[in-house]
């Protein structure tokens, strides 16, 4: 028999802030409400570390428009919720035509509790010619947060 040890390396990609699209740069943004207090460039931006959060309860509404056609490889969201027990649920799509049609990227819902108040989704894509990237996050009860939201 033949045999070889190897050493073990992770399949999950590391990317460093270099790595991440620069959103600042490239691209405006929209959202349906904002806390004066977690404003969307907390969640958007590199350097954000306090998150976003709706000023109205309900379904909130975010949209990534590119300045230029974007391809995207990698979309990282990271959710936390340690105020009250609830479920989630987002959808996550993409246009090519300036927001006038959408594709579903995913699909998402999962439940906050003592146990579980971070979500994190990382999801490998091969999207070209992006020129907007929709976030619709049903909070079930509450308000809508989100703590990152990264692009590469």
């Known amino acids: 028999m033949r045999k070889r040890i190897t050493s073990f390396t992770s399949s999950k ?15 405006q943004v929209e959202i ?3 806390n004066p207090e977690y ?27 590119f300045d230029q ?16 027990e609830r479920t989630q649920e987002f959808v996550l799509r993409w246009s090519a035509d300036k927001g006038k049609t959408f ?3 995913v699909r998402q819902q999962w439940n906050f509790n003592s ?6 989704e990382d999801y490998s894509v091969e999207l070209a010619n992006v020129t907007t990237l929709e976030l619709v996050i049903l909070p079930g ?3 809508a947060s989100l703590q990152r939201l990264r692009l590469a």
């Open 69 to 84: 056609p974007q391809q995207l490889k990698k979309i990282r969201l990271c959710f936390i919720e340690n105020q009250e």
């Open 115 to 120: 146990n579980s108040i971070e979500e994190i």
């Open 39 to 65: 404003q969307i460039e907390e969640a958007l931006l590199l350097k954000g570390q306090l998150g976003w959060r709706a000023a109205q309860i309900g379904e909130q509404v975010l949209r990534i428009i």
């Open 32 to 34: 349906t409400s904002e």
């Open 141 to 143: 009860k509450g308000y």
């Open 13 to 27: 990609t590391i990317l460093t802030d270099e790595q991440w699209l620069d959103l600042e740069q490239i691209a």
């Open 103 to 105: 594709q579903e990227i």
